[in-house]
């Protein structure tokens, strides 16, 4: 399909479109209240407004390689960010899908390019859960199960970011979901990891963490930790001070 082909799709959309609804864009260009924010992968198959039945104006979107949640990568804390605290979105989903072909390269022993550091993510997913990785013999299943161990692990790192962990204190909480998304046959189907990750998050990630790093070392110790001491664990610069808690329970 040429670009003209493009353009000419774009026409006919524009005229089936004010035909059905002639307010249709003059109601969208007054600005967005989308529900959702979707952050999938940017695999050509899995088009994230056909698959979730949404239209303009409904959904923000984020998408890129293996629909990866990277607490470096700027441009993804940032769509986070203005959707949960200025868009106002409630729910958020990440989306991964069977036949990924990024969690398919993570897996294979095999070298692509600059690629490999971003999917070095992925091979972090198999390092967490590698016992019960390996232990599925067939492949292709193999891989399907890294795929939604991947989609859970990036639910995992939103609930660890100081974005959800605010919203999760406000009157107005934003939901996460994992959902994976068949390319087979269409279906996309929820994993439900929606509520526990976030607050079993919340003592290490969240506001709480401080209060719970002295509790920890006060139950170890059977004392409070003196002022002083405090101040040391905090401006500990190579953090082997800042997890004393940690480093007692060894
Ligand atoms: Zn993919």
């Given amino acids: 399909m040429s670009i003209n082909q493009i353009l000419e799709n774009n026409r006919q959309w524009v005229a089936e479109t004010t035909a059905t609804d002639p307010d249709f864009f003059n109601r969208l260009a007054d600005g967005q209240k989308p529900r959702y924010l979707f952050i999938g992968c940017s695999d050509s198959r899995v088009p994230a407004s056909a698959i979730t ?26 769509v986070l960010q203005y959707a949960v605290e200025v868009l106002g979105v409630q729910d958020i989903m990440v989306v991964g899908h069977y036949g990924c072909g990024g969690v398919a390269a993570a897996a294979a022993s095999k070298q692509y390019g600059l690629i490999d550091n971003w999917l070095t993510n992925i091979r972090d997913v198999i390092r967490m859960h590698e016992t019960q990785f390996m232990r599925i013999k067939d492949e292709n299943k193999r891989l399907q199960r890294l795929v939604e161990l991947n989609v859970i692990e990036q639910v995992r790192n939103l609930a660890k970011t100081s974005i959800v962990q605010n919203s999760r204190q406000g009157a107005n909480p934003v939901r996460l979901h994992g959902l994976v998304y068949d390319i087979k046959d269409g279906v996309l189907k929820d994993l439900e990891v929606n509520e526990d990750v976030v607050t079993e998050l919340e003592h290490i990630y969240g506001t709480k963490a401080m209060n719970h790093a002295e509790k920890q070392v006060e139950e170890i110790h059977g004392a ?15 953090g082997e001070q800042a997890t004393t808690a940690g480093a007692a329970k060894k």
Avoid: C, W, Y
């Fill in 53 to 78: 039945g949404t239209g303009p104006g409904e959904m923000f979107v984020h998408r890129n390689i293996a629909n990866m949640v990277v607490h470096t990568d700027l441009n993804m804390l940032s």
């Fill in 224 to 238: 409070k930790v003196p002022a002083d001491a405090k101040k040391s664990q905090q401006n500990s610069v190579n």
